[in-house]
Structure formats: C-alpha cells, structure tokens
C-alpha cells in the first residue's frame, strides 16, 4: 500500500480515527442522559430537546431514504447531508464500523496491541505494549519510535490517525489481515509484519512506585472501568498518595467517568451539558474517598470523558491536574440509524466543568505545566500533599 493509499482518503481516516477516539458521544448519549436505552444502542432514538436535534437528524435520515430509493448508497448520501453540516465531529459510519465501535467501549478491538504517543518533534513513540498481542509476539517495546504504516510516513500525523492505519478499515481489515510497521530503536531500523488480532484489553492499570505512590492509569473509559479504579482504591494504603494517569485517554463511556469521579467525590456536581440550549447536570454519588492526595496526569492526548472527569476534579479542588493542555472535545453527538443499517450522528450540546468552563475548542489548562517528567513532578507535588506515614 504507498503513501498516497494511507493518507488521500480522508473519509475512511476521518471514520477510523474518530473510532479510535472512544468518545464520539454515541453511546455516552444514552449511558448519560437516557436519551435512548443502552441496550437499544443507536437502533432508536427518541425525540428530545427542541425540534433543532430532530430537524437536524431527520434531514441526514431524508437524504439516505432519497438516496435509497434512487437505487444510490445512503451512506454517502448521508456523509454528503454531514459534510454540509460544518460540524467537525459529525460522522457516518457503516453497521460494521458501529459495531466496532461498540465493541471498543466494551474493552475489546481489532488491532496489533500498540498504543502510542507524538512528541512534541512530531515523532510518534509507542508507550505500551499489550502483553500476548501481536506487537508484542514480534518484540516491539515501549519507546521505539513507529516510522510508518504500510509504507506511509507517520511523523507529523495526528495519533488517532496513526492509530486508526494500525487498526485499519473496520470492514477492509480484520483479524488476521497483515499490516507492515516500520520502527527505530536507538541505531536500529526495521520493518514488522503483523496480523491484526481480536483482542481484550484491561482499561485500567495500577502500579506502586518505590516511593509508596499508587499510579493508576486508565487508558479509556470501557464498561468496567470505574469499577476497576474502586478495585485499586480498596486494595491501596487507605490514605495512600494516588496518581490517577489520564494522559493519552480517549474519552469513553460518561458513565463510566462519572462513577471514577464518583470515587474521589462525596456527591456534588461532576459537569452540566447541554441538549440544544436544555442544561442539565452530572452527579457524583455520595461516599467517595475525599482525603487521598490525589493529583491527575494529563496531555494534549486527553480527550472527552477524560477532560470531563479531570474538570471536576480540579474545579472541585479535589486534585492537582499536571502535565500540558487538553486535547479540547467537550461535545455531545446523537445517532440516528440509517435505512441501509449505518449510523449517523450530529452534535447536539457541549458540556462545561463545575465552574462554568467550556471545553470543547479550549481543553483544560493543567495547575502545573509539565512535559516527559511529569510523573516525577506529581510526586513531588504528592509529598507536599501529604504523607502516609
């Protein structure tokens, strides 16, 4: 495949990347605000908020029906009603790439088992390895820098575009189709084929440092996730100073980031959104751990749900937020199925932090700037926060 096959068909990368990025507020709609049940996933959707949302909707849902009868796809005749939107993360995604989706918010994927950073060079830098995945069966490590994808130079590319090559076309590219890598470590350059695989992948990890601090990092908000931070919490020193690494989270379930706030949090507001101008707000259950010394690690790779959950807990004054900006996506999409089985969805309302702020555009600006040393500086900020012993 050259270069001009990976990066000249912007539709499918479009597609892709905002698949890797979790959140495009398919499912969080309903989790969040029970717009439609979760287990009707986006086969319904109910008429809510002012007629804005539906006249939107149904114009997409026009044009495909039109389309369909015309014996022409309305799939691209959707793309086209989107692309005439103006809205920048309106998608259309066919039923197998939904399905994808959905599989990706339950913890499980189509891919190589990489995950990766871009440094502030434009170098993209793999920062986890899954262990039993095809990545790392071929000895690929932590820190080695991925040159390309099927011959297609990926310096400069923004990473869920990186990520969506690995992971390829939901529908072009399964499991057992090959993708070819080319990485660089220290002297060394070389290539890897790899057969994309059907893989789990656990959400969150934990780790103690020598120093007594407990990282937890949580790659995505999936089913479980909350779940999983509640799990590390209870095993931990109960006062125990706590990272809580978010730095390269693509968003997720809301849900799922409101129950992890929930954790840190005795009740009170987690964030408020709007449904075309109808404000309504997100709640932390009460009984949360609300004296563990608690700073969050973030980066411009922080997205959605994460950029929600580190909102509150900073406005809340509940933790020191360390590292560098946001990646700013605070917006709330609705989905419609289309005749032909795919899926459209439109944004609808953005959400603000407890105090006000807007994230979508802006992000979050962190308490304290830091770069690659961040984890270092939380620590230093944790053991003027408090000490266990």
Same mark, same amino acid.
């Given at each position: 495949?050259?270069?001009?096959?990976?990066?000249?068909?912007?539709?499918?990368?479009?597609?892709?990347?905002?698949?890797?990025?979790?959140?495009?507020?398919?499912?969080?709609?309903?989790?969040?605000?029970?717009?439609?049940?979760?287990?009707?996933?986006?086969?319904?959707?109910?008429?809510?908020?002012?007629?804005?949302? *539906?006249?939107?909707?149904?114009?997409? +849902?026009?044009?495909?029906?039109?389309?369909?009868?015309?014996?022409?796809?309305?799939?691209?005749?959707?793309?086209?009603?989107?692309?005439?939107?103006?809205?920048?993360?309106?998608?259309?995604?066919?039923?197998?790439?939904?399905?994808?989706?959905?599989?990706?918010?339950?913890?499980?994927?189509?891919?190589?088992?990489?995950?990766?950073?871009? +440094?502030?060079?434009?170098?993209?830098?793999?920062?986890?390895?899954?262990?039993?995945?095809?990545?790392?069966? *071929?000895?690929?490590?932590?820190?080695?820098?991925?040159?390309?994808?099927?011959?297609?130079?990926?310096?400069?590319?923004?990473?869920?575009?990186?990520?969506?090559?690995?992971?390829?076309?939901?529908?072009?590219?399964?499991?057992?189709?090959?993708?070819?890598?080319?990485?660089?470590?220290?002297?060394?350059?070389?290539?890897?084929?790899?057969?994309?695989?059907?893989?789990?992948?656990?959400?969150?990890?934990?780790?103690?440092?020598?120093?007594?601090?407990?990282?937890?990092?949580?790659?995505?908000?999936?089913?479980?996730?909350?779940?999983?931070?509640?799990?590390? %919490? /209870?095993?931990?020193?109960?006062?125990?100073?706590?990272?809580?690494?978010? /730095?390269?989270?693509?968003?997720?379930?809301?849900? +799922?980031?409101?129950?992890?706030?929930?954790?840190?949090?005795?009740?009170?507001?987690?964030?408020?959104?709007?449904?075309?101008?109808?404000?309504?707000? $997100?709640?932390?259950?009460?009984?949360?751990?609300?004296?563990?010394?608690?700073?969050? %690690?973030?980066?411009?790779?922080?997205?959605?749900?994460?950029?929600?959950?580190?909102?509150?807990?900073?406005?809340?004054?509940?933790?020191?937020?360390?590292?560098?900006?946001?990646?700013?996506?605070?917006?709330?999409?609705?989905?419609?199925? %289309?005749?032909?089985?795919?899926?459209?969805?439109?944004?609808?309302?953005?959400?603000?932090?407890?105090?006000?702020?807007?994230?979508?555009?802006?992000?979050?600006?962190?308490?304290?700037?830091?770069?690659?040393? *961040?984890?270092?500086?939380?620590?230093?900020?944790? *053991?003027? $926060?408090?000490?266990?012993?």
């Amino acid at each position: 495949m050259s270069g001009r096959d990976l990066f000249c068909q912007p539709r499918r990368i479009r597609r892709g990347a905002a698949l890797t990025l979790i959140f495009a507020g398919v499912l969080v709609a309903g989790a969040a605000t029970g717009f439609f049940p979760e287990s009707d996933g986006p086969a319904r959707r109910t008429a809510v908020g002012p007629a804005g949302t *539906a006249t939107r909707h149904e114009a997409v +849902e026009k044009a495909a029906a039109e389309a369909m009868a015309d014996g022409k796809s309305p799939m691209e005749a959707a793309e086209r009603a989107v692309s005439r939107s103006g809205d920048r993360w309106a998608a259309v995604y066919s039923e197998g790439e939904y399905e994808e989706f959905r599989d990706a918010l339950d913890g499980r994927y189509t891919g190589v088992g990489l995950w990766a950073r871009q +440094e502030p060079d434009g170098r993209i830098v793999v920062t986890r390895v899954q262990p039993g995945s095809p990545a790392a069966d *071929a000895g690929i490590r932590t820190g080695d820098r991925l040159r390309s994808v099927d011959g297609g130079k990926v310096d400069g590319r923004p990473v869920t575009e990186v990520v969506a090559l690995l992971r390829g076309d939901a529908e072009d590219a399964p499991a057992g189709t090959t993708v070819t890598l080319g990485l660089e470590r220290g002297t060394r350059a070389w290539t890897e084929k790899l057969h994309r695989a059907r893989l789990s992948t656990d959400s969150v990890t934990v780790r103690r440092l020598p120093d007594g601090v407990t990282v937890l990092k949580i790659a995505a908000f999936t089913k479980g996730s909350a779940d999983a931070v509640r799990e590390a %919490l /209870r095993t931990a020193p109960a006062d125990g100073r706590t990272v809580l690494d978010l /730095r390269g989270n693509s968003g997720g379930l809301v849900t +799922e980031a409101v129950d992890t706030a929930s954790a840190f949090l005795d009740g009170g507001l987690v964030a408020t959104y709007d449904v075309d101008g109808v404000q309504r707000p $997100l709640h932390a259950a009460p009984g949360g751990d609300t004296t563990r010394p608690l700073v969050v %690690l973030v980066d411009g790779g922080t997205m959605s749900a994460a950029e929600l959950l580190t909102g509150a807990l900073q406005d809340r004054g509940r933790a020191v937020v360390i590292g560098s900006r946001t990646f700013g996506k605070g917006s709330v999409q609705m989905p419609t199925k %289309l005749p032909d089985g795919s899926v459209a969805e439109l944004t609808v309302g953005h959400y603000r932090t407890p105090s006000g702020h807007t994230v979508d555009g802006r992000g979050i600006t962190p308490d304290l700037e830091a770069g690659a040393h *961040a984890l270092e500086r939380a620590e230093t900020v944790l *053991a003027g $926060l408090g000490d266990p012993s």
